[in-house]
């Protein structure tokens, strides 16, 4: 039984990063973004060629901010919403109800220290085609 409360505590404490990332991304606030990545975080984003993205991997929080948030610019109003990305921790982002990102978090010491990033339309096909916004839930 006590595994099963130190699990509980480690999903709510995963899901409380997750969550304070999405609002540091929605309010485009830096200050918080920046408590919560990791100082050496990588991110790595697949645009697949149709999607403007940086082509090599960017480190360093404050780069890391600054593409998220240009990245995010882009697309005004966006909906964030958290959710499990292949097994991972995760924020799905849509824009005028299409799925148009999908980041998977990986998170050491309490900070994201690893984002990937899809945003290559080919590959969020299956995301549209399954997304409960698309059906109005």
């Known amino acids: 039984m006590s595994g099963s409360s130190d699990d ?14 999405q609002e540091a991304c ?10 919560i990545l990791d100082p ?9 060629g149709r999607v403007r993205a940086p082509s090599t991997p960017i480190s360093g929080s404050e780069f890391v901010g600054r593409v998220i ?25 849509r824009h005028n109800g299409c799925v148009v990102g999908v980041a998977a978090l990986g998170i050491r010491f309490d900070r994201i220290h690893e984002l990937w990033v899809v945003a290559n339309p080919d590959k969020l096909r299956s995301w549209n085609a399954s997304d409960p916004a698309q059906d109005g839930q």
């Open 8 to 21: 509980s505590g480690e999903r709510d404490r995963i899901r409380d990063i997750v969550r304070a990332f």
């Open 26 to 35: 929605e309010a485009a606030d830096s200050t918080a973004l920046a408590a």
């Open 40 to 48: 050496d975080v990588t991110i790595v984003i697949d645009g697949g």
């Open 69 to 93: 948030f240009a990245t995010l610019a882009r697309l005004p109003l966006v909906a964030i919403a958290e959710q499990s990305v292949n097994g991972a921790p995760g924020l799905v982002v």
